[in-house]
């Protein structure tokens, strides 16, 4: 978790919900999930973690770190973000991320390439990028055209400007538990966690999904000391997967299958994150598609304690905290050429 984004958080404004909205708190104070307002008796609506006024929070904080770090080095931190083809939805969340930064005074460039860029031009692109000194953070925007070798492509980003948390450098450091910029997803849920009061230690958390974006580092994650939760990862060949996650007390749906998780599948007062964004065809709809994530949302409120909503939940979280790993990596690398005594 980037410093600086822990300390000094201001409160966020509750948003009017059906459900009832989690109270975002500066998450150095952390209480357990004991004194957080219970739902009263008979409600079976769980409460809604509401990630876009997590991430307004974070990007609060963000902003005014970066309008530090300009003040005092004659510079904003700059991000870079390499899309590849014109995926519709690639495109959106890389336009949303570059907005974002622009918004938290990030220097932000998106660097839109056609999908049959050679490999070795990515590579170039890459290379030009890590030598510039105006950037601290690089951002290859994932799936890569089939013919990328999307590891070498990993491997090629200097680790200092690595803001996914994506190189192997950086894996293992969070593997091992040290410093490192982390895989934004993973830490946002992290952040969420913290900043709604979800106790976390001792707690049994359940990921379904073992990709190297969100499944391994948010393992990885929740083990660390401070969170101390025993963790499970579930995976397409797990047997019996819903006696599984009925264990859980906190459960990552991060399996990239609309509404997998249903209610039977949810342990009642269990924490539910859902990671999922999928287009499901809906007729109704004026552009012919709805979001909906990884878990029956409708089904599962009704047993779970908390919850988050697709839109407005983790998607959010991994934009803020692609901000704040951007400002972490400015800071270190300015540490680093520039170090005091
Ligand atoms: N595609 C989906 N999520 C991500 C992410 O967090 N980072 C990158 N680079 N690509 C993605």
Redesign the pocket.
């Known amino acids: 978790m980037p410093a600086g984004t822990r300390d000094r958080l201001p409160d966020v404004p509750k948003t009017p919900r059906t459900l009832r909205t989690a109270r975002v708190h500066p998450s150095s104070l952390t209480p357990s999930l004991a004194s957080f307002p219970p739902p009263p008796t008979g409600s079976p609506m769980a409460q809604l973690i509401d990630g876009k006024a997590v991430a307004a929070a974070v990007r609060a904080e963000v902003a005014e770190g970066a309008a530090a770090f300009a003040e005092a080095h004659g510079r904003r931190p700059g991000l870079r973000v390499v899309l590849l083809g014109d995926n519709a939805a690639?495109q959106s969340?890389v336009r949303a991320k570059a907005r974002a930064a622009d918004a938290a005074g990030i220097d932000a460039e998106t660097l839109l390439r056609p999908a049959d860029l050679a490999e070795a031009d990515l590579l170039a692109l890459i290379a030009e990028l890590n030598a510039d000194p105006a950037v601290d953070g690089i951002?290859?925007?994932?799936?890569l055209p089939d013919y990328v070798d999307e590891a070498a492509v990993i491997r090629a980003i200097d680790p200092a400007k690595d803001v996914?948390g994506?190189h192997p450098e950086n894996v293992g450091k969070l593997v091992l538990g040290e410093e490192t910029l982390e895989?934004?997803?993973p830490a946002g849920i992290v952040e969420m966690l913290r900043r709604t009061d979800v106790e976390t230690s001792g707690a049994h958390a359940v990921i379904v999904g073992r990709s190297n974006?969100?499944g391994k580092p948010m393992a990885s994650l929740l083990l660390r000391r401070g969170l101390d939760c025993t963790v499970t990862v579930c995976h397409s060949r797990t047997r019996d997967l819903a006696q599984i996650t009925r264990q859980a007390d906190i459960l990552v749906a991060a399996i990239g299958r609309a509404e997998f998780v249903t209610a039977d599948m949810v342990k009642a007062g269990a924490t539910v994150i859902d990671v999922g964004i999928n287009r499901v065809e809906d007729a109704t709809r004026e552009r012919g598609y709805r979001l909906t994530g990884d878990v029956d949302f409708e089904a599962v409120s009704e047993v779970a304690g908390a919850i988050t909503p697709v839109p407005g939940g983790v998607g959010p979280m991994?934009i803020a905290m692609?901000l704040a790993n951007t400002l972490e990596a400015a800071r270190r690398r300015q540490a680093r050429s520039q170090p005091s005594g």
């Open positions: 690639s969340y951002l290859v925007q994932l799936p996914d994506f895989p934004c997803t974006i969100v991994t692609l």
